[in-house]
């Protein structure tokens, strides 16, 4: 616990200073950061990110019929 918080009031520089509402979106903005590190287990995952990105133009052809 004591890593996560040394983190968000690093981030909000003096401490002393710091707001209350600008602690919330400090810890806000941390905790949106932390959910966004997934963490890929199975590599068929990977694997299809990288086919979806070799396949760009197709995707953009699709939304522009309207088939997406």
Same mark, same amino acid.
């Given at each position: 616990?004591? !890593? $996560? #918080?040394?983190?968000? #009031?690093?981030? %909000?520089?003096?401490?002393?200073?710091? @707001? &209350? /509402?600008?602690?919330?979106? %400090?810890?806000? !903005?941390? !905790?949106?950061?932390?959910?966004?590190?997934? =963490? $890929?287990?199975? *590599? @068929? *995952?990977? &694997? @299809?990110?990288? !086919?979806?990105? =070799?396949?760009? &133009?197709? =995707?953009? /052809?699709?939304?522009? &019929?309207?088939?997406?």
């Amino acid at each position: 616990m004591g !890593k $996560h #918080l040394a983190t968000v #009031l690093d981030e %909000c520089g003096n401490i002393w200073g710091v @707001s &209350d /509402k600008e602690l919330a979106y %400090c810890l806000a !903005k941390y !905790k949106g950061q932390l959910e966004m590190d997934v =963490l $890929h287990v199975d *590599d @068929s *995952d990977i &694997d @299809s990110i990288i !086919k979806d990105g =070799l396949d760009l &133009d197709n =995707l953009f /052809k699709e939304e522009e &019929d309207g088939d997406y």
